[in-house]
């Protein structure tokens, strides 16, 4: 194994690689409740909690120990923030799309993303997107999942007047979700590895403590069965020849893009913390981008939005780890998980706003990096990120902001720096709009 891995050449051991998936796991836990909670929307768009939690750990678990096995990298991967937002959201509850179709869009965009990695075309698209709208597509997505969890937590509810406004903050469950935005917020800034699950957790003993959530009554309350797939495996196979229209295609893009540009930047951001960076390059970035196209697929399969990257590979990553390995123990602990089911029950949108709040708030991040300087360049990336959670749909945001970048470029005589798959992008989205909206 030490072989395999190459830990004399990488300067690590098994302990230091067993600590550090520890470390990952933790600080991406939290994906284990909140994708459960996002992708079910509280039971509005008709998905199985129990089957997508079980979806959810055996994706990041399979999707996490192919890359640590083929690929070799820290890399631990799960359903991704965002993208399950905009499957529940928008695709499930905001154009009345069934989520099995939904699940087939999902599916179709991980099986066109292994053709694009095997065939080399992947590189080409993503150097044809202006980094500018690739870093304004993160900021909007973070934008978008924080609103969610205002919302979820009553921090800002409907206003006849004003569209939205302040909820009561004085309300039970909107005070325990702003003490969990506390807690996490002071246990991030110190730093501490897994802050945001274990924000959750506490949040969580708060609930209980003063009678919002019931405490577990016994063994059974916290370790349990896993719950069945039944109810979302294969759905995405069984309704796969739903995704033929102009809307699917929409969807399938936009899972298709989010996940291109996520994953390219995390595995680029998680190897360099590491050392691994070769010349400004990626080795084995093939193996990398397949294990994660093929975490999609699987991921579909069984029942749950788009698998990705995780950036929180990093905190293991900060712990030592350097090989596959850590990978593969970040896997096995998302396999134990599978039993803590019962947990569900206690995991309220109380509870997981906060993370949805503190997510957004790390992917807003990238906001530092566009030229705001460039006005044809700051108008497409503004419309991008404010369109997102105005118009609650991560796809709508980017159709505008890849409609006005070619005609600021155009207008400022910057036309020679506009390819043709921005040219092609800017007709499917103008569609977009004359077809669907």
Known sequence: MKKFF??????????????????????????????????TAD????????????????????????????????????????????????????????????????????????????SGIRET?????????????????????????????????????????????????????IFGIVVTVILLTRNVKGGVFYGMIITAIAGMIFGLIDPPKGLGDIVGPVPSLAPTFGQAFAHFGDIFTIQMLVVVLTFLFVDFFDTAGTLVAVATKAGL?????????????????????????LGTSTTTSYVESTTGVSAGGRSGFTSVVTAGFFLLALIFSPLLGMVTSAVTAPALIIVGVLMCTTLKDIDWDQFEIAVPAFLTIVTMPLSYSIATGIAIGFVFYPITMVVKGKAKEINGIMWG????????????Q
Do not use: C, H
């Open 43 to 118: 039971g509005a768009t008709g998905m199985d909690a129990g089957a997508v939690f079980t979806a959810t750990a055996l994706a990041a678990a399979i999707g996490s120990l192919v890359m640590g096995l083929v690929a070799k990298y820290p890399v631990a991967l799960a359903p991704g923030m965002g993208l399950n937002a905009f499957f529940a959201y928008t695709v499930v509850l905001g154009w009345g799309i069934p989520w099995e179709t939904a699940l087939a869009g999902v599916l179709a965009s991980g099986l066109i993303f292994i053709v694009l990695t095997l």
């Open 425 to 436: 992008l800017f007709v499917v989205f103008i569609l977009y709009f004359i077809f669907l």
């Open 277 to 301: 960076m070769k010349d400004n390059k990626l080795p084995r970035a093939g193996k990398a981008l397949f294990a994660d196209s093929a975490a999609t697929v699987v991921g579909a399969t």
């Open 6 to 39: 190459q830990f004399e050449e990488l300067g690590t051991n098994i302990r230091t690689e067993f600590v550090a998936g520890l470390t990952t796991f933790l600080a991406m836990a939290y994906i284990l409740f909140v994708n459960p909670s996002t992708l």
């Open 125 to 177: 698209i993503i150097n044809a997107i202006p980094a500018n709208l690739k870093m304004a597509v993160g900021a909007g997505i973070g934008l978008f999942i924080a609103f969610i969890g205002f919302q979820n937590a009553g921090i800002i509810v409907n206003n006849d007047a004003t569209l939205i406004g302040l909820g009561d903050l004085s309300a039970p469950n909107t005070l325990l979700a």
